[in-house]
């Protein structure tokens, strides 16, 4: 069946440590992998995106992903953290031809400590 | 430019009682997605919409029915709830199949 793995349900970090954030699909065809943000109470934000092209995307707020086809992941890593990343992370994929339906990780919940 | 919204924000429900989600959307957009948010498993597709008239299933459809009669406007029906149905729902929108999926904030219902 098709699905997407993220590797943490709950990391707990201090404020200037490093985060990376697993996440790893079971699709065979071509992908767009995502990374999407719900911070307290509030709705998804999109983190970043990768199409195609440089498999190392940037995206809002220091964040970065790698896409790495032969392993099938897309992993998430920020240098350093603030208090403010504080959130939950979901991974999500969609096929090029499945009318854009993504299909979510069960999420990372990520609590930075001061 | 209000983006997407959704209306009510929070609802409790007693099981077997009926209602209706609205999500509304003012960026033009076709395509059109109702997800449910519980804890542990991420999100997961309801029904969705390839444009105006258009619907089709999700992942877990059952006990849902949704309409698109017109472009802007999503809708995500419970005909008879159930304690199940507890769920966090978001509605989501894009322009086309490439685009950025843009969601709405989210409505928490309760059905005791």
């Known amino acids: 069946a098709q699905s997407v793995s993220q590797h943490n349900h709950h990391v707990i970090l201090s404020e200037a440590a490093s985060l990376e954030l697993g996440c790893n699909y079971s699709?065979?065809?071509?992908?767009?992998l995502f990374w999407y943000v719900q911070y307290p109470g509030q709705h998804l934000q999109l983190l970043l995106k990768y199409f195609s092209g440089d498999p190392l995307v940037k995206g809002i707020k220091g964040f970065e992903a790698e896409f790495i086809k032969s392993k099938f992941s897309f992993n998430l890593r920020k240098p350093s953290v603030q208090w403010s990343d504080t959130a939950e992370y979901f991974c999500?994929?969609?096929?090029?031809?499945?009318?854009?339906?993504?299909?979510f990780g069960a999420g990372t919940q990520v609590v930075v400590t001061p | 430019n209000a983006g997407v919204t959704q209306t009510p924000k929070f609802r409790v429900l007693k099981t077997g009682q009926s209602m209706t989600l609205l999500c509304a959307q003012d960026?033009?957009?076709?395509?059109m997605y109702w997800y449910r948010q519980d804890p542990g498993m991420g999100l997961r597709l309801i029904h969705y919409s390839v444009g105006e008239g258009t619907t089709a299933k999700g992942e877990v459809p059952d006990g849902y029915n949704v309409s698109r009669l017109k472009k802007q406007n999503f809708l995500l029906g419970l005909e008879s709830a159930a304690p199940s149905q507890t769920s966090v729902y978001f509605c989501a929108s894009r322009r086309g199949t490439a685009d950025t999926q843009y969601f709405g904030p989210g409505t928490r219902l309760t059905v005791l």
């Open positions: 999500a994929v969609t096929l090029t031809d499945s009318w854009g339906k993504l299909q």
């Open positions: 699709y065979g065809g071509t992908v767009n």
């Open positions: 960026m033009n957009h076709e395509y």
